[in-house]
């Protein structure tokens, strides 16, 4: 349960309900190809689509959920189905809620062609204490409604307990990511 296959069309992907999300990013960057992924190279690639799915390349292609193309799936009373636009209220239900809906053996996936900028990225964390979260939030938030924001310019929030950072409250873990080859470093 844990194969990938491109189509020869080269512009989709089958993958297996039980693939981790490194090994899609893998497969897909050794065949000059890639798709939206999540942060997480350990976790299973299929569960953040039914869930939504915010992760690395969101910015250019949208959440995880809007790569897929269809679901094999198997309901509650053991039947299989295919899922895609031919039942379009399935469909848009098990992108976000499908969870709910029964079990993904397989998805097809959106996937595009890696071009030579996205070769060079970097990302950047950086700790701060509970006491500065809404402003560091605020400001991070501000970059993801600018007009102008660069599509590779992605960001994520990991609140946390430290007890290095304080051994009381819980602590705000921004990462920065972009796919330019400016510097995205420093403090907020």
Known sequence: MNAIVIADDGDTALIQGGILNGDVTDFLWAHDKQTMTTACACVGYISPILGGGHGWNQGRYGLASDQLVSARMVLAN???????????????????????????????????????????????????????????????????????????????????????????????????????????????
């Open 78 to 188: 053991g039947t299989a189905i295919t899922v895609d636009e031919s039942n379009p209220d399935l469909f848009w239900a098990i992108r976000g809620a499908g969870h709910n809906f029964g079990v993904v053996t397989e998805a097809e996936i959106k996937i595009y062609d890696k071009k030579p900028d996205v070769d060079q990225w970097a990302v950047s964390g950086y700790f701060y204490t509970h006491d500065k979260i809404e402003d560091v939030v605020s400001v991070a938030n501000s970059w993801m409604v600018m007009a102008n924001r660069s599509v590779s310019l992605e960001h994520y929030v990991v609140f946390s307990f430290d007890p290095e950072v304080d051994p009381v409250n819980v602590s705000l873990h921004p990462l920065l990511y972009s796919y330019t080859t400016t510097n995205v470093t420093g403090p907020l």
